[in-house]
């Protein structure tokens, strides 16, 4: 039998590179460029909040521990052409970090570094250990932290970053997917599994499953001092230190984080706030239901109970850890700034 060839340019559909009309980009042929500065931040937030680091045996130093990501500015950008991976970042990068020395005494701190880039990624990136107030406490924590094993796995952890970055980044299984990953592998495919991950997600949301989330946090505020903090940008730029914007009425739309979390809300009450919320790394039209219940038994003592329905489980880029990154995002990027920002936690 004669061996027909596909036609380029003559529109024939067995010639996969052509733009399809479903929008797939069979085998990465396409260039696509994807922004990963909103993962990164997030990534970098996973491995370093609360991270209790080690100390030398015999150290002056009790205790050392990053409290959070300051910040993360510059760009980090993964390109994608025929199946390869062309990563393209300058980050700088600014942790907190408390400890105590043997005596008791607390100090505080950053840890920052200045340029994290692809045109280093072969080398250590440099880092600056700064303290608040430079007395005697301060300079035993510094000194455990360049003697010790501390410094070596703080390295690490923007070793493991950058590495999953290079690979992808929210493409990319991260380390701590690994055992996961290997065993999605060694399951039988079924006709469920073979659909889209993202697309699933979408699905499950819209028809009002996904899972489901509850917190109660305890501030020391009035009711209306915390309503602020969801409702004022001034506050939510204060906490989040990032840009907001908020249309305070139902049906307005807000965005937190430099447009990271965004949505509109659907209820504006003294005691209750309802939102449509989303991450923006969700799949397009992905939604989930949040209500938020603020309770002020005494004067000066409010809770708030959030529940949060409809999240996906994974997100448009097939990540797996969408639960993880809501939960820990509420309670440590959300309530936890507000009380450290605002003084509300103080008492607890």
């Not at 996904?210 to 506050?235: I, P, V, W």
């Not at 230190?241 to 307005?252: C, E, F, H, I, K």
Request: aromatic residues 10%; negative net charge.
């Amino acid at each position: 039998d004669e061996i027909k060839m596909a036609k380029l340019g003559e529109g024939d559909p067995r010639w996969l590179v052509e733009e399809r009309k479903d929008g797939t980009n069979v085998g990465n042929w396409h260039w696509v460029e994807r922004d990963c500065l909103d993962w990164s931040r997030r990534r970098l937030a996973t491995l370093f909040e609360g991270l209790d680091l080690p100390l030398a045996e015999g150290s002056k130093a009790s205790q050392l521990r990053v409290t959070g990501v300051d910040s993360l500015t510059g760009e980090a950008i993964i390109n994608n052409r025929k199946q390869k991976i062309i990563p393209s970042y300058e980050l700088e990068l600014k942790l907190s970090w408390e400890g105590t020395t043997a005596d008791g005494t607390t100090a505080k701190g950053k840890i920052h570094f200045p340029y994290i880039a692809d045109e280093n990624a072969d080398e250590a990136p440099d880092m600056r250990f700064g303290v608040v107030i430079d007395d005697a406490a301060s300079q035993t924590i510094k000194d455990a932290f360049l003697t010790g094993p501390a410094r070596k796995v703080v390295f690490s952890k923007v070793d493991q970053f950058v590495k999953e970055l290079r690979a992808g980044g929210p493409g990319a299984p991260s380390a701590d997917d690994a055992g996961s990953t290997a065993n999605a592998k060694q399951a039988k495919p079924s006709t469920a599994a073979a659909q889209p991950a993202a697309a699933k997600a979408k699905t499950s949301s819209q028809s009002g499953k996904g899972r489901a989330l509850e917190m109660k946090q305890q501030f020391y505020c009035s009711s209306r001092d915390l309503y602020d903090c969801f409702t004022q940008e001034n506050k939510i730029r204060a906490f989040t230190q990032s840009d907001a914007s908020v249309s305070l009425q139902p049906g307005g739309a807000f965005k937190w984080f430099g447009n990271t979390v965004q949505g509109t809300f659907t209820t504006l009450e003294p005691n209750k706030i309802a939102m449509d919320w989303r991450f923006s790394s969700w799949e397009e039209g992905c939604t989930s239901k949040v209500v938020m219940i603020l309770e002020e038994p005494e004067p000066g003592h409010t809770f708030v109970h959030l529940t949060q329905t409809g999240i996906p489980e994974t997100d448009a880029f097939g990540s797996g850890d969408v639960y993880e990154n809501v939960e820990k995002g509420w309670r440590t990027q959300i309530f936890q700034r507000i009380r450290q920002v605002f003084g509300y936690g103080m008492g607890l």
